[in-house]
């Protein structure tokens, strides 16, 4: 009688055990496959973000090399009319010289 107890309890913790077992498993693989989810997720996200950015910083770079371009070509036109400007008044003076010269 305490040995048919003894073994019922027996049985019954092993397959408390079992059910435990099974039932931390069905967990655990749940929550790898949420992690798993959630790991893509965040890893198409990222790609999406750095790819946005790269995008962002592609245009950046080109209006920045635009922006030179013209600075550069804005500053060719300034070089080109000061010097201008300066030949001009040089030949003025020179022109006004030789006419006191002449006087």
Known sequence: ????D???IRSDAATQADTL??????????LQTETIAEAERLQTETAAEAERIRTE???TLTEANEAAARARA????????????????????ITEA???AER
Not at 1 to 4: F, H, L
Not at 22 to 29: I, Y
Request: proline share 0%.
């Open 1 to 4: 009688d305490a040995r048919e």
């Open 6 to 8: 003894a073994n019922r």
């Open 21 to 30: 077992i099974t039932e931390a498993r069905n967990e655990a693989e749940r």
């Open 57 to 59: 910083a592609a245009e």
């Open 74 to 93: 804005d500053a060719r036109e300034d070089a080109n009319r000061i010097r201008s400007d300066a030949a001009t008044q040089a030949d003025t003076l």
């Open 98 to 100: 030789r006419n006191e």
